[in-house]
């Protein structure tokens, strides 16, 4: 699997969007992005994944870079309850290997 | 989306008793099902990966007779810690795999006195 670089931390305002990046520089052309998310003393929610094209769901929205070393996880309309920690993953959903992932604080 | 869930939600028991977690995927058949563990304020570390039908295979530095893993049937893989010690105590989540996907159970609070 790919290995991954996110930031620490992140703050967003609530009702703004918030833009989650992440590196995967090693990401082979098979392998997926996803990404999870951690809310406190839960189990993590899968969010969404994707290949090469962008992909949007209920939840966010997933822009990938074309050459597919990078891509974005977009919340349009930050909520507090958004507040978690936020994985992203380059892989084939083998066995998935947790980093610390961004903390992202929604704000009011 | 799929569903994954875990019993019991926590559970407290005492040192060298054994305790068994288990892990269904309600809507959806897995023949590969996962078990983490979480400390406090640290990431899930991936335990072993438990295969329908076969043996599991444990991560370096999991102890397999200690962390017990059956995957008898195609949604429910089950874990127990025998002779359970208080450094045991810790965050099990457990998540299965539907197509390229996995999804988490919300997880087992496990306190050992």
């Known amino acids: 699997d790919a290995k991954t670089t996110q930031p620490t931390s992140m703050d967003c305002a609530e009702g703004r969007a918030a833009n989650l990046p992440c590196n995967h520089s090693?990401?082979?052309?098979?392998?997926?992005v996803y990404w999870y998310r951690q809310i406190h003393s839960q189990g993590p929610q899968y969010i969404i994944h994707g290949l090469k094209n962008n992909e949007t769901n209920e939840m966010a929205s997933l822009i990938i870079t074309e050459d597919r070393k990078s891509s974005t996880l977009i919340l349009p309309h930050a909520t507090l309850r958004d507040t978690a920690v936020y994985y992203c993953f380059g892989g084939s959903q083998g066995n998935l290997i947790f980093g610390k992932g961004t903390k992202l604080s929604v704000k009011p | 989306g799929a569903v994954v869930s875990q019993h019991p939600s926590r559970v407290i028991c005492k040192s060298g008793t054994s305790v068994k977690i288990e892990c269904r995927s309600l809507d959806f058949q897995a023949t590969t099902m996962f078990w983490y563990r979480q400390f406090p304020k640290q990431s899930l570390m991936l335990m072993a990966t438990?295969?329908?039908?076969?043996?599991?295979?444990?991560e370096q530095g999991v102890e397999k007779d200690k962390f017990l893993i059956n995957h008898a049937s195609l949604t429910l893989s089950t874990l127990t810690v025998t002779s359970a010690h208080p450094e045991d105590s810790s965050f099990y989540i457990c998540s299965a795999r539907e197509q390229e996907t996995q999804y988490f159970g919300p997880g087992t609070r496990l306190l050992v006195l």
């Open positions: 090693t990401i082979s052309g098979n392998e997926y």
């Open positions: 438990s295969n329908e039908g076969s043996k599991a295979t444990y």
